[in-house]
C-alpha cells in the first residue's frame, strides 16, 4: 500500500468549530496523527451543535454532522487545561509533536498557560499555528467571529448576486473552509522550513485574511484599476460567459474564452449558425454591445432542449461547458466519482456513506478520510500511555481526580 504524505508528523490540537480544527483534519487526511484535546465531560462545542439557523445538523447516533466534518482522521483525549496536571500532560505532548494548532482567543491562551512563548520552551522546533477572527493587530484583533464576518468583511458578500440585491451569504461554511485550507498551508510551509533549516516557528491566520484570499481578484481590481467589480447581471452580461436554463429547466453554464474563435462552433453547436455572421453579433464588440439581445436569443435556444442534450453536443466542439449542479447533484457527478472526489468511508452510526475525498492526487502516495471523527475522549488511554508514558495504573488515577 503507498505511504500517506505526512506520515510521522504529530499534530496537537486545542480547537473548536471548524476554522483551524479543518485544517488539522486535512492534515489528518494526509496521514498526520492528529490528537484532538478536548475539554472532559464537555468537548468542542461543535459536538452539540444539532442546528445552525434553519440548517439541522443531527445523524445518526446524535452526532453533530459539522463535528464530522470538521475533526475526521483525528484522534480524541480529554484534558483539563484549567489544572496544573492537564497542563503538564499536555506540555509531555507537545515535547513529542511537530505542530501545535488552535484557534482559541489570546486571553483564553494566556489563562491556560498554552501561547507560543510557553509551549516553545517545550519544544524549540514546534510549528504553532494559531487562527483568529481578525487578525493579531488592529482595533478587532480580540474580536470573535465566525463563517459570516469573514464573508461580509472581505467583500465576498458582493461578489456574488446581481446588481441591487442585498449583500448575499454562501451556505455553508465557505469562509470557514478556506481558513481551514489556509491552516493546513501554513502549518505545511512551517514544516518545510523547519527541515531546511531546522527552526521552529509561530504562524497565523484569520478567518478574514483566509476570506480576503479567496475574494482576491475582487480585491485587487479597486486598488489598481479604481472601480468596484460589478456583480453579474445575467440578462447583459457578456452572451458567451454566462448560463442558460434548459427545457428540462437544468442550468448549465458556459465559458467560452478567447470568443472569436469559439463564436462560430458555437453557432454551429447550437443549431444556428445564420448567427455567426450576423451583422449584430459578428464581432466580439458587437456581441457584448447587443448582449441583451443575444442573451435572450440564446436563451430561446437552450429552452428547446434538455440540459444533457447540450452537455453531450458541446465537446464535440470543443467548447467550454458543464451543467450548474445543485449540491445534491454532485454527489451523483459521474465526473466527480470517476476521480475519487467523493469517496465511500465506513461511519460508525451511518454505515456505508459518501464523504469529500482529498482533491490531490499523487502518483507515489495515498491521501485521504479514512475514518469519522472520534468520540469524546475516545484516545486518551491510547495516548498518554504510548505517547506521554503513563501507566494504565496512573491513567486511572488521572480520571478519577478529574483531570482527564
Known amino acids: ?32 496523527e492528529v490528537i484532538k484535546v478536548e475539554a472532559p465531560g464537555q468537548g468542542d462545542p461543535i459536538r452539540t451543535l444539532m442546528r445552525v439557523g434553519s440548517i439541522p445538523f443531527e445523524i445518526a447516533g446524535k452526532r453533530s454532522l459539522f463535528c464530522e466534518g470538521a475533526n475526521r482522521s483525528k484522534k480524541s483525549v480529554t484534558l483539563n487545561l484549567k489544572a496544573e496536571k492537564g497542563r503538564e ?22 489563562e491556560l498557560k498554552i501561547t507560543y512563548p510557553i509551549l516553545k520552551e517545550h519544544n524549540s522546533k514546534l510549528i504553532y499555528a494559531s487562527v483568529s477572527a481578525f487578525g493579531r ?9 465566525f463563517d459570516y464576518q469573514g464573508q461580509a468583511k472581505s467583500g465576498m458578500m458582493y461578489a456574488a448576486g446581481e446588481p441591487g440585491a442585498p449583500p448575499l451569504t454562501f451556505q455553508f461554511g465557505l469562509a470557514d473552509q478556506v481558513t481551514a485550507i489556509m491552516t493546513s498551508h501554513q502549518i505545511l510551509t512551517a514544516l518545510l522550513m523547519r527541515e531546511r533549516t531546522g527552526i521552529g516557528q509561530e504562524v497565523h491566520v484569520s478567518i478574514l485574511s483566509a476570506s480576503m484570499f479567496l475574494n482576491y481578484f475582487n480585491i485587487l481590481i479597486p486598488q489598481l484599476a479604481g472601480f468596484e467589480v460589478p456583480r453579474h447581471k445575467r440578462s447583459v452580461e457578456h452572451p458567451m460567459r454566462n448560463y442558460y436554463q434548459c427545457k428540462d429547466g437544468k442550468w448549465l453554464m458556459i465559458t467560452l474564452t478567447p470568443p472569436a474563435r469559439h463564436w462560430g462552433p458555437l453557432c454551429r453547436a447550437l443549431g444556428r449558425p445564420d448567427l455567426e455572421n450576423d451583422p449584430r453579433f459578428e464581432t466580439d464588440d458587437k456581441r457584448f454591445e447587443n448582449a441583451e439581445l443575444l442573451v435572450s436569443i440564446l436563451d430561446g435556444i437552450f429552452a428547446e432542449k434538455p440540459r444533457q442534450a447540450w452537455l453531450e453536443e458541446f465537446p464535440t466542439y470543443d467548447l467550454f461547458c458543464c451543467a450548474v449542479n445543485s449540491n445534491e447533484e454532485v454527489g451523483s457527478d459521474p465526473q466527480v466519482l470517476a476521480n475519487d472526489y467523493l469517496i465511500d468511508l465506513d461511519h460508525p452510526t451511518l454505515g456505508r456513506v459518501k464523504f469529500p475525498g482529498y482533491p490531490v492526487h499523487f502518483s507515489e502516495s495515498r491521501a485521504g478520510t479514512t475514518r469519522a471523527a472520534p468520540d469524546l475522549g475516545e484516545h486518551t488511554e491510547e495516548v498518554l500511555t504510548e505517547i506521554a508514558g503513563f501507566s494504565r495504573e496512573e491513567v486511572a488515577g488521572l480520571r478519577e481526580e478529574g483531570v482527564i
Open 1 to 32: 500500500m503507498k505511504p500517506r504524505p505526512l506520515e510521522g508528523i504529530r499534530v496537537v490540537e486545542c480547537g473548536v468549530y471548524h476554522a483551524g480544527p479543518g485544517g488539522t483534519a486535512i492534515l489528518g487526511d494526509l496521514g498526520a
Open 89 to 110: 500532560i499536555l506540555y509531555k505532548l507537545i515535547q513529542k509533536a511537530d505542530v501545535f494548532m488552535t484557534n482559541m482567543r489570546m486571553k483564553a491562551l494566556e
Open 137 to 145: 493587530k488592529g482595533p478587532e484583533k480580540d474580536n470573535g467571529g
